[in-house]
C-alpha cells in the first residue's frame, strides 16, 4: 500500500523546513504561510497536525504529496471556536451536546456538510459530509485564529509512519517537504482525536482516541454505536487501514516472554519472563496511568525503532478507557504490512 517512492516531492523542492518558535512571531509567520497556500506542521493537544488552507485545493493537494500519502483520504477540518466549526455543518441534537462537551478538545465530529461550506471537495474526499474540530492547544488556536479560514491537517508524519508527537518527529519525516513546523514542545495527549459520527440516528465511533468511549457515552446518555459494514459514512482514512502507524520494527503484542534482541514495551510493574534479554526498554507508565501511556507512545515507537530490533515486544495493556485508542494503534502497528 505505501508506494512512497512512486509519489513525486512537492514542486517546491527541497528546501529545508524552518522551524518556527512557539510564540507570537511564529504564529505569525505560519499564519502567513498557510495562507499563502503552503503547508505548515502545528502542534495540537494530540499530535502535530499537517496543516493547509482547506478552502484551496491546491494547498490541500500539498498535504498529500508531502505525506506521500497514497490516497485521497477525508481531512480534519480544524477550526479556532465553536462557532467557525457550526458553520461549517449540520449539527443535530447528539452533535451539539458533545461540542458543547468536550470542544475544544481531542474530539472530531463528522457530520453533514452545511450548503455555505467552505472545505473544498478533495479535504472532504468529495463526501456529503464534514470532519470537524476545534483544538484546544493555544498555539494552536492561536493560529487558527489568525488564519481565518478551516485548516485541514493529517498528522504530520510520512504516510503509514507513526505519528508525530514533537517537532523533530515531524522534521525526522518531512525536512524539505513542508515550508514549515511551529515548534510548541511536546503534544500532551500523545493520541489522535476521537472520530464520532453525527450523521442521523445513533452517533457512530469511527475512530477511538484522545476522549474515551465511557465519557462520550456519559454526555450523550446511551453508548456509541460501531460504524456498520455498509455503513455510507464508513470511513476510509488510512487511520482506520490494517496496517498503519507503524515502526520499521514489526511488532508482538501482549508478550509475555521476550525473545533474546528483542526491544520491549513495558506498562507498570509487570514485566515478562526473559526482559534482561531485551535490546531496549520503554516503559509506556511505570505507575499504569492509561493518560500518561497514551502521551508517551508514540516517541517510545520511534525510540524502540531506534534501537535497531528487528522485533518489539508489547507487554500486556488494559483495554479500558484510553486503552481502547492504544491498543487500537498498537494492534494496527502489528498487522501485517
Ligand atoms: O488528533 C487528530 O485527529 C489529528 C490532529 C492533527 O488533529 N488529525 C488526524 O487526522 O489524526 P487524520 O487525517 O490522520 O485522521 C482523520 C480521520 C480519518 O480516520 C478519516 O477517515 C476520518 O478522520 N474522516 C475525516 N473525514 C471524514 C468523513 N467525512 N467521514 C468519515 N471519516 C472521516
Ligand atoms: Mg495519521
Known amino acids: 500500500m505505501n508506494d512512497l517512492a512512486s509519489i513525486p516531492a512537492p ?11 512557539g510564540d507570537g512571531s511564529g504564529v505569525a509567520e505560519a499564519a502567513r504561510l498557510i495562507r499563502a497556500g ?10 502535530y497536525g499537517l496543516g493547509a488552507d482547506a478552502t484551496d485545493a491546491e494547498a490541500v493537494a500539498g498535504i498529500f504529496a508531502a505525506k506521500a500519502r497514497p490516497r485521497f483520504n477525508p481531512l480534519i477540518a480544524h477550526l479556532p471556536g465553536r462557532t467557525a466549526a457550526e458553520g461549517q455543518g449540520t449539527f443535530d441534537d447528539h452533535a451539539l451536546r458533545l461540542a458543547e462537551a468536550f470542544w475544544p478538545g481531542p474530539l472530531t ?20 459530509s ?14 487558527l485564529a489568525a488564519i481565518g479560514r478551516p485548516v485541514a491537517a493529517p498528522s504530520a508524519n510520512r504516510s503509514g ?15 524539505g517537504r513542508i515550508a514549515a513546523v511551529l515548534d510548541g514542545g ?6 489522535e482525536s476521537t472520530v464520532v459520527a453525527c450523521l442521523g440516528g445513533p452517533p457512530r465511533l469511527l475512530r477511538p482516541g484522545g476522549i474515551t468511549r465511557e465519557a462520550i457515552a456519559a454526555v450523550l446518555g446511551t453508548a ?18 490494517a496496517s498503519h502507524y507503524a515502526p520499521r520494527a514489526a511488532l508482538r503484542l501482549d508478550a509475555e516472554v521476550v525473545e533474546p534482541e528483542e526491544a520491549v514495551l513495558l506498562f507498570g510493574a509487570s514485566r515478562p519472563v526473559g526482559i534482561e534479554r531485551a535490546c531496549a526498554v520503554s516503559n509506556l507508565s511505570p505507575r499504569g496511568d492509561l493518560t500518561e501511556a497514551a502521551s508517551r507512545l508514540f516517541a517510545a ?14 507487554c500486556r495493556i488494559p483495554a479500558d478507557g484510553l486503552g481502547e485508542a492504544i491498543l487500537d494503534r498498537l494492534g494496527r502497528a502489528a498487522a501485517p504490512r
Open 301 to 314: 515507537l520511534r525510540d524502540l525503532d531506534a534501537s535497531g530490533a528487528a522485533t518489539i515486544a508489547v
Open 109 to 128: 465530529l463528522v457530520v453533514p456538510a452545511s450548503g455555505g461550506t467552505t472545505v473544498c471537495d478533495l479535504a472532504r474526499a468529495g463526501l456529503p
Open 186 to 191: 511536546d503534544t500532551p495527549v500523545g493520541i
Open 11 to 21: 514542486a517546491s523542492g527541497r528546501r529545508p523546513t524552518a522551524r518556527l518558535p
Open 161 to 175: 509512519r507513526v505519528s508525530p508527537t514533537r517537532a523533530d518527529h515531524v522534521l525526522a519525516d518531512l525536512d
Open 224 to 241: 456509541l454505536a460501531a460504524p456498520a459494514q455498509d455503513d455510507a459514512a464508513r470511513p476510509i482514512g488510512p487511520g482506520l487501514l
Open 130 to 143: 464534514v470532519a470537524l474540530r476545534v483544538p484546544a492547544n493555544p498555539l494552536a488556536r492561536d493560529l
Open 38 to 47: 503552503a503547508c505548515v506542521a502545528f502542534p495540537t493537544e494530540t499530535v
